[in-house]
């Protein structure tokens, strides 16, 4: 256990001084508010600036966390969610080696997952003490989630929450200074939703100049259409009887407004989709779809970028609740809905079929929803950015039963936290040290200088894989073994040292770049089929969300 002393580091930030703590050769900061609590009048606002104090301020503890409810049954034996009460939750914690100006250290601004919903900065699987212990500032960021942070109202600006964190990467060129960072050697890392976040950020025109590199761990840089998260909120809004307006919902107590959206939002996940929240367009930080600003170059041209994904994704959506098995007895059904999920034709199951006959339906389904949602933008930025842009690949199953490679298992090892007990509730005890070692080890490097230790992208397409096995395991659509997909650690062998593959998921990608036929005619004018068509995919939709039941994540 990591020993605290009271009398701790002091840094004075524009705000005031704050009194950290001495942790195993480290200082930690913790709870330092970046902005003025979102509540009362500041509820449903942009964010403003904290009100400075006078004296030194603890910073010992974690700060409160955002509103959010809390992981269903299925999902909480896998995902740690702490939950501080308080309003100030507008909050981030540094971890440094030098907490002193002039040691001009590079920085790392992390953004936490979980669909826009959940997810805070002081799950202990981001732990930034590895971080600080190479050499590395690592500061986390709590920011507004759910309605509170992504709701679409008439009377107040979008993406309050993405707003948040731009108030953050400001403290950050404020602050970071005095704690011993360099204001201009700042990475923004994220995974899932705080990767879609980062990537929204570096495409931002307001953001420009806050970093020098970006980490999209599992998220593309992505936007969803006004009229679903308006849907979200009407329908919030009715079951209220309340206007749908900022102004109605910030008088609605913040616990019946999340129980209402964890019962309007219970019938969706990544996989089959639904009504869910997520970054807008709003003419204003986000004037344009972040990743076609950034293919074209018009943002952030001079950024470095560090990209990846694991390699069962889908899983962790499908795994929990038993949602895997009944995709599997739907068969043909569930095929039908990941056409309409991933608008495309025949042709890309097909395809995916021939080259991996072994796979189940559920597999299939999973694949192709992650290449549609992740692989295939992100794969797209890549090739937009040749010389500086890094792609890798998390390949290592989890020793828990059926999970394999799945999504957020390779964040115990990005920041070496693999011993703690949060971490091994995804991947198991036992989680080889060695490739934690590895992977931290590429994300210090990349924040130090921009090269992790592989290739740059080019026209060879190589990709870092990390975690892959050496035994001689029957490969599925993911390219890993069958029992690596189960998760049956007895049956794995060795893990082989990380390695350079080349266009390791060109196949499927060439298959979708011929499918582009069948998706212009899908959007073309309606003829007297394509009505009954359309029809026939939004009931397997339905029927793909119902079978789900109350497992969104």
């Keep these: 256990m990591r020993a605290s002393e009271v009398a701790g580091p002091v840094v004075r930030t524009p705000y005031g ?115 600080a212990r190479d050499g590395v500032v690592l500061v986390s960021v709590n920011y507004r989630l759910g309605v509170e942070g992504y709701g679409l109202f008439p009377d107040t600006p979008a993406n309050s929450g993405l707003r948040d964190q731009l108030a953050a990467l400001r403290w950050v060129q404020e602050s970071i200074g005095a704690f011993g960072g360099d204001p201009g050697r700042v990475t923004l890392a994220g995974q899932s939703a705080g990767a879609i976040s980062a990537g929204a950020l570096i495409a931002a025109p307001q953001a420009q100049g806050l970093f020098r590199r970006a980490v999209l761990q599992s998220g593309p840089p992505e936007v969803v259409e006004r009229d679903k998260v308006r849907r979200m909120v009407r329908r919030m809004a009715a079951r209220l009887k309340v206007p749908a307006t900022a102004e109605a919902f910030a008088a609605v107590d ?53 990209l990846g994904w694991t390699r069962d994704e889908y899983r962790l959506w499908l795994v929990p609740g038993g949602l895997l098995e009944r995709i599997d007895r739907l068969g043909a059904v569930a095929l ?107 994300w210090v490097r990349f924040a130090a ?39 049956e650690a007895g049956e794995r062998g060795p893990t082989k040292e990380p390695y350079t593959a080349y266009g390791p998921r060109d196949r499927e990608f060439a298959l979708w770049t011929s499918d582009l036929g069948d998706r212009d005619a899908a959007s073309a004018p309606a003829t007297d089929g394509a009505p009954a068509r359309d029809a026939e995919m939004r009931s397997v939709v339905r029927l793909l969300r119902r079978t789900s039941g109350a497992r969104r994540h």
């Design 336 to 442: 039908a809905g990941a056409m309409a999920r991933c608008r495309c034709g025949h042709e890309v199951p097909r395809g995916y079929r021939a080259l991996h006959p072994e796979a189940g339906t559920a597999e299939i389904v999973g694949q192709l929803v992650t290449d549609h949602l992740l692989r295939r933008p992100l794969h797209r930025l890549a090739d937009a950015r040749p010389g500086s842009a890094y792609v890798y690949e998390f390949a290592w199953p989890s020793l828990r039963p059926g999970l394999g490679a799945c999504h957020a298992l390779e964040l115990g090892f990005v920041f070496n936290t693999g011993e703690a007990p949060e971490s091994a509730r995804l991947a198991g005890w036992g989680a080889p040290t060695e490739l934690g070692d590895a992977m931290h080890t590429a």
């Design 17 to 131: 001084a704050v009194r950290g703590r001495h942790e195993d050769g480290v200082a930690v900061f913790r709870g330092i508010p970046y902005a003025a609590p979102p509540f009362g009048r500041n509820r449903f606002r942009p964010p403003v600036p904290p009100e400075p104090w006078d004296g030194v301020r603890d910073a010992g503890a974690f700060g409160p966390t955002p509103p959010k409810p809390p992981y269903s049954e299925a999902f909480a034996q896998y995902l740690c969610d702490p939950v501080v009460p308080g309003e100030d939750c507008l909050n981030l914690n540094v971890w440094t080696p030098e907490p002193a100006p002039g040691a001009r250290l590079p920085v790392l601004v992390w953004l936490h997952g979980g669909a826009l919903t959940r997810g805070s900065s002081c799950v202990p699987v981001y732990d930034g003490h590895s971080f």
């Design 254 to 306: 913040p616990e019946l407004l999340l129980r209402t959206q964890a019962e309007i939002g219970r019938l969706s996940s990544p996989v089959v989709g639904g009504p869910a929240f997520g970054i807008v367009v709003d003419g204003d930080l986000v004037p344009r779809d972040p990743l076609e600003a950034l293919v074209d170059g018009e943002a952030a041209s001079g950024v470095d970028l560090l």
């Design 449 to 487: 200088d921009g090269d992790p230790g592989w290739q740059p992208w080019d026209d060879s397409h190589p990709v870092r894989i990390f975690g892959e096995s050496e035994a001689g395991e029957r490969d599925g659509p993911a390219g890993r073994g069958e029992a690596g997909a189960r998760g």
